[in-house]
């Protein structure tokens, strides 16, 4: 048995870990991603104008990433709060299981769209991987504030209307939905950044598990919201 | 005796409800049941000595391990079997492959030591014979044990189960209890049910709970002998009882203080149950 700072990551836990993925849900959100991006060429013979192919990858992006927010449920999260295995090993593991997928997945969704019409590949990967980073941090944060073994469902939700909202209500001049050749294209991409730094800092903080009850955010909240470890 | 768990002045609050409030308590080897109504607390007090949710004041430890430390939750942890309420699966793993993912989540890292060990546990609770079936495909008592044997895997010290007979039918509970009574010889388990029958069979000392707070602590005849001389029987249900019912026999059966020349009958554990919550009732009405 190790000490409290050494951390086992056997292959048998990650076997272990990587059937407890929940694949449907992520084959179900990149199946419909891969869907919406071919679209174009399943329904017409010349190629998508660069405004629909953006769009398109964009949405295809948030439909990946709503299966992204399912990545944390656990239906035997009660049962196996209290192990050894820390909170965050088990659920990095997970990330780290499902990001080679990812990357191929994307990788996918730009070969589908014709070379004349893809946008620019970093740009559109930078807002991808911070629309992934933000379903995956509020999964994190679900986890980490309720008791709910299964809160994918309602993080998508959330997920999907923050980002319509945010959308439709963000000023123009904060846009992050700048088209190509749109004199604000960098500008949103530096705010894409921050998206993705916030979110990565969010989803780093929620993954351990408390040891003590210190925010104040847990004692002001009802029943239904307690402080999980698990 | 040295106590496997020793905890004093455990508080928690969620939102506006107090959940355990100055919670003490000391365990020692065999099981101690833990008695209370609904949103007594018996739960939230199950989960924060099973390190499942941190206390908001007081202490305890568990065999010397003290869980207000990362290093010393771990040692707990190494040392606790947890049968939550609601356990939940993964729904297409087997019996076997779900009880070594939780062994493996223990940190049994020798896979042949392992799978001897969830073998045996899967033996302990009778399931040897379905242990390559897959989780949905079996009966709920037979989940219950599935569970009951990821708590047990690895021979954990301290053993948390919270209402592990709820659902099952009398043969299940009455298999339930032999498998509890069998997995109390020799570590320390405290059992949390709403049934006064679990507790009369299976339990050395229990534990009474009502609004966060222990109400009485001692052994079932204790807890039985509380209602010695407040238990009588009548034709009519007596309007001064706390409860009263009608019997098989067709005679009332009363609970509270008799009126003077009251056939007195032989109290139940449930009857010094039922009068310690209402003892517990009129404290707090009265603070």
Known sequence: ????????????????????????????????????????????????????????????????????????????????????????????????????VAALWWTAALVLVPHGARPPVGAVTLEAGAIAALALAAAATAVRLTDEPEPGPSVAAAVLTTVTLGALLIPARWTLTAAVGDPRWGAAH???????????????????????????????RSGTLSPSSV | MTPTVS??????????????????????????????????????LLRVLATAVPADRGAFTVLGYDPATAAGRQEVRRELGYLPQTPGFHPDFTAFEFVDYVAILKELTDRGARHREVRRVLDEVDLADVRGKRIKKLSGGMRQRVALAAALVGDPGFLVLDEPTVGLDPEQRMRFRELIAHAGEGRTVLLSTHQTEDVAMLCHRVLVMAGGRIRFDGTPAELTARAAGRVWS????????KAGWRTGTGSFRNVGSPPDGAELLEPTLEDGYLLTLDDAGAEVAAA
Do not use: Y
Not at chain 1, 209 to 214: A, F, G, Q
């Open chain 1, 190 to 220: 530096d705010r894409w950044a921050v998206v993705l730094g916030v979110a990565v800092v969010a989803w780093a903080v929620c993954l351990p598990e408390p040891v003590r009850r210190r925010s104040l955010l847990f004692r002001r």
């Open chain 1, 1 to 100: 048995m190790g000490n409290e700072r050494s951390v086992i990551v056997s292959g048998d836990l990650v076997s272990a870990v990587a059937r407890t993925v929940p694949w449907r849900a992520l084959a179900a959100g990149g199946g419909a991603g891969l869907l919406i991006v071919a679209l174009p060429r399943l329904l017409s013979d010349g190629p998508p104008d660069g405004w629909l192919a953006l769009t398109l990858l964009r949405t295809a992006a948030l439909v990946f990433a709503l299966g992204l927010t399912f990545l944390l449920d656990d239906p035997a999260r009660h049962l196996t709060t209290p192990v050894v295995t820390r909170r965050w090993v088990r659920s990095g593991l997970r990330v780290v299981l499902v990001a080679p």
């Open chain 2, 234 to 241: 009548s034709t009519e249900r007596d309007p001064g009882a």
């Open chain 2, 7 to 44: 905890a004093s002045g455990l508080s928690l609050r969620f939102g506006g409800t107090q959940a355990l409030d100055d919670v003490s308590l000391r365990l020692t080897s065999g099981v101690t049941g833990l008695l209370g109504p609904n949103g007594a607390g018996k739960t939230t």
